[in-house]
Structures are given as structure tokens and as C-alpha cells.
């Protein structure tokens, strides 16, 4: 799936393009995309369908999916590391693919695989990065020294990148994406394997350049309480298409803030337990998955004792009862009406 070395090619275009600095300009970090569809000649695989949407500047914004649901293959069309097959895509005001080198220009990429050299040291690359971003070497040093900071890699600093952790290097990627402080910044899954403190520190460090810097951010996740704390609107994207769209507050009024989950007793009749318990919850969303019973409730503590008064009431056994926040798996299989789609491969 990921056979394109995605940031190795990003940052070697970067290497011949990128001579000067794209903070210094002004631009309009916003995104516009009108029918984007992309199909894969090998496999025939269309991995992004007929999808619209627009980020506007300083605008924090999340594309959130399961595996294979083609957030990767948009994030690399509009970093211009790959073309759509139809439709097209603005960012920073800019065609994705009549104008790619002003594109490249404005942005900042985090993508899921790293390009960095290995034998470098984190403090290198990222002075490195500074000068191919024509900052002097005096500021080069500084910038480099507060992102290690940043992400937490000082101690690290002066180790060969070849020696970092998987953990470690995501988070040098995504100081190497902030050296030229783009007006437009992507980034693909950036906690993906870190530990909670560190996913902390980069939802910080993210938090501080959207609200300070005004950065628009792109970020695709697989995490719902990731989304929903940073992003100021959210996209589902299920099997290459949008699926809903909307602030954190809006689409968790669709499907309730609290689950309450319950596995009827064997020999139960479930068909008729969720009759009853809509009828008992006043028409609340309740749903059957495989042999679970599913209750998306607002108050979720107030509605379980609610549940365990009808279960007592209509004399229902139970072999299991709990009350979670929904996940990602709940949230598709409400909005899309049949549940996660499976990886796509
Ligand atoms: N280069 C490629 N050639 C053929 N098919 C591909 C290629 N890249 C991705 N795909 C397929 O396109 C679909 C979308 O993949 P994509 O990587 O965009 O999903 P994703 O949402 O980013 O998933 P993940 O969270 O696992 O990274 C998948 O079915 C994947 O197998």
C-alpha cells in the first residue's frame, strides 16, 4: 500500500526547489478540492471518489478514516506527490497540478514514511533543512535547537538519525516541517506510534502554530478523540468517500457522546430486546451489531441505569453490559449504516 517513498521524494524535491524562505510571503493558506477521484492502474483500486471539500486559512481540519480509506492518496495529491485521476485541487491558491513548485513552496509535509538520511545527526538534518530554506547558519542552529525542544529529541540531538526509534523519527519529521513555518501544513497520521506523552507534546506544538502562526493545518487520523481535539472541522472518509463533515460539536450530536453497549444472555431473543429498549429509551438510537446491542445516549451513566431498569422491568438476562464513548468503528457504523469497511487490501 505504501510503496512510494513518499518523503524521501518530498524532501528531495526540496533539495533543488525550495531556496528560499515561504514564510516571508503572504499567502492564502487555504485548500479548495472539487471532484478529486483517483483509481490505481495496478489493482484497478479507486482509492478516492468524487471528493469535495475546502479547508480555510488558519483553519485546523481533520481528515479522519480507517485503514485503506484513501486519506494517504489525498494527502499525496494535494502535496503534489502524486496526480488525480479527475477533478482538482487549490492549496494556498495554487492548481496542485498546473503549479506544483509554487504549492511545494507554501507547504510543510509529515507523510507516514520518512525520508530522512540516516546518518545524520537530528540537530543535522534539521540544520540542513534550514539552509535548503535559506535560513543563515546562526538561525539555522536556533531553529533547530528550539524544534528539538519541541519534540522532545535534545537528548537525542546529537545521535545518528539511523539509531532513532520509530517514535523518534516521526517526531523529527515533523520538526523538519515546521523549520520553514509553512502557511499550509499536512500531516499524515503524525502520532501514529508515539507514546501519550509524546502525542501530547505534538498536539501542543500543533495547537500553538494553528492558533499563533495561524497555520492551516491538514491532518489525516485514524483517532477520533485525536480529531476532535484538535480539529476545528472533521471529514469521515470511509472506502474513498466523504461520509459526513463537520465540527467535533456537530457530528457528535449526530451520534450521541456515550455508548452503552450490552451482550444479551444466550437464548435472549435480541430482535425483541432492542424493541423494547427503544420503546423503554423514548426512540433512542439503538442498533444491533453481530450480537451486541448498541445505545448511542447523550448522559450515558443516567441511560444506563435507565437500561437496567427496563432489563429488570421486562426480566432480560445479560451476559454483558458497558457504557464507553463511542469509537471510530461506532461512528461509521451509525453514519454509514453498515460499519467499517475492512482495509481494503
Ligand atoms: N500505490 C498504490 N497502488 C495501488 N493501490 C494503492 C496504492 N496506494 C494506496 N492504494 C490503495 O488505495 C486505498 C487507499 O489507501 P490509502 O493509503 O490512501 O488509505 P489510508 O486511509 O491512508 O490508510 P492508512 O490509514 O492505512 O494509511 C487502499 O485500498 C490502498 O490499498
Known amino acids: 500500500m505504501k510503496s512510494i517513498p513518499r518523503n524521501h521524494l518530498f524532501q528531495t524535491c526540496s533539495y533543488n526547489i525550495f531556496l528560499h524562505k515561504g514564510a516571508d510571503e503572504k499567502v492564502n493558506g487555504s485548500i479548495q478540492v472539487e ?23 488558519g483553519e485546523f481540519f481533520a481528515f479522519l478514516g480507517p485503514n485503506g480509506a484513501g486519506k494517504s492518496t489525498t494527502v499525496q495529491i494535494l502535496t ?44 543535522e538534518m534539521l540544520e540542513l533543512q534550514a539552509w535548503i530554506f535559506g535560513f543563515g547558519k546562526k538561525e539555522g542552529r536556533e531553529r533547530a535547537m528550539r524544534l528539538l525542544e519541541i519534540v522532545q529529541l535534545t537528548e ?62 491538514f491532518l489525516t487520523t485514524q483517532y477520533l478523540e485525536e480529531a476532535d481535539s484538535l480539529a476545528d472541522r472533521i ?10 463533515t463537520g465540527t ?15 451482550t444479551p444472555a444466550e437464548g435472549e431473543d435480541s430482535e425483541q430486546i432492542l424493541l423494547q429498549l427503544k420503546a423503554g429509551l423514548n426512540d433512542a438510537d439503538v442498533i444491533k451489531k453481530q450480537e451486541k446491542i448498541l445505545i448511542y445516549v447523550e448522559e450515558g451513566t443516567r441511560q444506563l441505569l435507565e437500561v437496567a431498569r427496563i432489563l429488570d422491568r421486562e426480566n432480560i438476562q445479560v451476559e454483558d453490559i458497558q457504557l464507553s464513548s463511542p469509537t471510530l468503528d461506532d461512528i461509521f457504523l451509525k453514519i454509514t449504516g453498515e460499519g467499517k469497511k475492512s482495509d481494503g487490501e
Open 248 to 262: 467535533p460539536k456537530e457530528l457528535k450530536a449526530r451520534i450521541g457522546s456515550d455508548l452503552i453497549a450490552l
Open 156 to 217: 537525542a540531538a546529537d545521535r545518528r538519525i539511523g539509531r532513532y526509534s520509530g517514535g523518534m523519527r516521526r517526531r523529527l519529521d515533523l520538526a523538519l516541517t515546521l523549520v520553514h513555518e509553512p502557511a499550509v501544513l499536512f500531516l499524515d497520521e503524525p502520532t501514529t506510534g508515539l507514546d501519550p506523552s509524546n502525542r501530547m507534546a505534538v498536539w501542543e506544538e500543533l495547537r500553538r502554530l494553528n492558533k499563533e502562526k495561524g497555520t492551516t493545518i
Open 235 to 244: 471529514s469521515i472518509i470511509n472506502d474513498g468517500e466523504i461520509v459526513a
Open 80 to 123: 503534489t506527490l502524486m496526480n488525480a485521476t479527475t477533478g482538482t485541487a487549490h492549496v494556498a491558491g495554487c492548481d496542485v497540478i498546473r503549479e506544483p513548485e509554487k504549492v511545494r513552496r507554501h507547504i510543510g509535509v509529515a507523510l507516514q514514511e520518512t525520508g530522512v538520511d540516516p546518518d545524520l545527526t537530528g540537530r
Open 35 to 57: 471532484h478529486l477521484s483517483k483509481t490505481f492502474k495496478k489493482g484497478g483500486i479507486q482509492a478516492v471518489k468524487d471528493v469535495s471539500f475546502h479547508v480555510d486559512e
